[in-house]
């Protein structure tokens, strides 16, 4: 590594990609899941890099030469890349205080909650995650909820550069699988939860799990706290001496007396020394309450202050498509993110907290991802649900209705299940069934404003379809 180092002052890019690949710049040969980088090498030696980086012995077809092109050799260029785009990028993650959050459920809401925290106390402070990648006013990209090496530590100097001085970054599973992150330091980790999801990817919960764990056994990080109601939390607290929160007892930080309402939260929170604090909150959703924990523990654990923390987060701002209330009266519409078996759970649980008239549940599952949480979503839905519309979500690839059967194995009592294949209809329905006192809960897409079909985005946003049908006569 110390001699591809010492080739990156000179060069003029690096990149992963050989169509990016001009003179004097470095490509990293990635074996990827569809493409190996390794076949690319010929083509990109015509260009005239500075230095080619590989993972495994390379000899050049006939009639061509390295010429003065550097071949490089590592154990790893995945690692190798991620090291390369930080050095180039003038170790922007030494700049900052980087905040990383991992798990299945809850990682936006922690990262949105923390970033406002900590710009309440001066400290500002950019976001990268399923959202968007922001800092202040400026948004600086979005796609990935971890973005590709090169795009993580570039956004991560122009944040800098910007006046940021800390980050709070959601971790996916595949980023750490795929070392997207790899070498970045860290200031403190959150572990949120663990549940079913990406199966399609990881193929098992425990394979699940093992890359999740490698932000906190490969990365430098000074607290990190774990979710201790969650059992995946709890080995991580075990194996790592990490502080956990949670309802239960045994948390290091653990939350008493919740009641939440349309208009937020209310709970009490007991460290681990015996310390104890009144948490108010306009956060909505009962979830929050386990996401502003983590982050309060956290930052109690790094040395903050909580008696100065805690008054701070009694007006937080919305959190984009997470429990987001769009309507009121005269009944309420919620649009949210959830879209595993847990989360939707978890979110139907504090509908009927609420004790509304009735909830009315619209949702859908993604195509070309991991089919068997389908009919489990569909247990839940009708479980906790008065009235149920499925509908169509990003079907992708798929065609919606046999993702939709896929939904009605899991549902028994069909008498109150309506299927819709047109969201935007599927929507309507449920509004025109609602009545006073009724919450309608649009799950599944949250903040995206988009449907993924056949390879198109078309545009299509939940909470834009509720106002603009509200506005129509029914």
């Not at 909820?145 to 800390?166: C, I, N, Q, Y």
């Not at 502080?243 to 309402?261: A, C, D, K, W």
């Not at 009121?328 to 008239?357: C, I, M, N, S, W």
């Not at 834009?464 to 509200?470: F, I, P, S, W, Y």
Request: proline share 4%.
């Amino acid at each position: 590594m110390e001699s591809l180092f010492s080739l990156l002052p000179k060069a003029v890019d690096i990149t992963d990609d050989s169509r990016e690949v001009v003179e004097n710049s470095v490509f990293f040969a990635i074996r990827g899941t569809k493409f190996d980088g390794h076949t690319f090498v010929g083509e990109v030696l015509k260009k005239k890099p500075l230095a080619v980086v590989v993972e495994r012995d390379y000899t050049p077809p006939k009639g061509l030469d390295f010429g003065r092109t550097k071949l490089v050799k590592v154990e790893n260029t995945r690692k190798a890349f991620a090291l390369a785009c930080k050095e180039f990028f003038g170790r922007p993650d030494e700049r900052l205080k980087v905040f990383g959050v991992t798990g299945t459920n809850g990682k936006t809401s922690t990262t949105y909650i923390l970033s406002a925290i900590l710009n309440k106390v001066g400290i500002p402070c950019g976001v990268v995650g399923t959202v968007e990648y922001r800092f202040g006013e400026r948004v600086f990209g979005k796609g990935w909820t971890t973005p590709h090496p090169k795009v993580w530590f570039k956004t991560l100097k122009e944040m800098a550069d910007s006046g940021a001085r800390a980050v709070a970054a959601e971790i996916s599973s595949h980023a750490l699988e795929q070392y997207r992150i790899f070498g970045t330091r860290f200031e403190g980790l959150i572990f949120t939860n663990l549940s079913r999801e990406h199966l399609d990817y990881h193929l098992s919960m425990e394979n699940y799990f093992r890359a999740k764990r490698r932000l906190f056994e490969e990365y430098r990080y000074r607290r990190g706290v774990a979710n201790f109601d969650d059992p995946y939390g709890r080995r991580l607290v075990e194996e790592f001496h990490l502080r956990g929160f949670g309802f239960s007892e045994g948390s290091h930080y653990r939350v008493l007396n919740p009641i939440s309402t349309i208009e937020g939260n209310t709970f009490e929170l007991q460290t681990f020394d015996g310390r104890r604090y009144r948490v108010e909150t306009n956060l909505r959703g009962g979830v929050q309450i386990q996401n502003l924990a983590g982050v309060l523990a956290l930052l109690d654990s790094l040395g903050w202050d909580l008696g100065e923390i805690i008054p701070l987060v009694g007006d937080l701002p919305q959190i984009p498509g997470r429990f987001e209330v769009v309507v009121e009266k005269p009944f309420a519409v919620v649009v949210d993110y959830a879209h595993t078996p847990d989360a939707l759970e978890k979110l139907l649980q504090t509908a009927r907290g609420l004790k509304p008239r009735r909830v009315i549940t619209v949702f859908g599952a993604g195509g070309n991802r991991d089919k068997t949480k389908r009919p489990l979503m569909g247990q839940i839905a009708e479980r906790y649900s008065d009235l149920v519309v499925v509908t169509s979500d990003n079907p992708r690839w798929e065609e919606p209705r046999e993702i939709i059967e896929d939904i009605l194995k899991g549902m028994g009592n069909k008498d109150k299940v309506l299927v819709e294949v047109d969201r935007r209809e599927a929507i309507r329905r449920a509004l025109q069934m609602a009545r006073e006192g009724d919450l309608v809960l649009i799950a599944g897409k949250g903040h995206e404003d988009y449907q993924e079909i056949k390879g198109e985005r078309y545009p299509f946003d939940d909470r834009k379809v509720v106002r603009e049908l509200l506005e129509e006569p029914f």
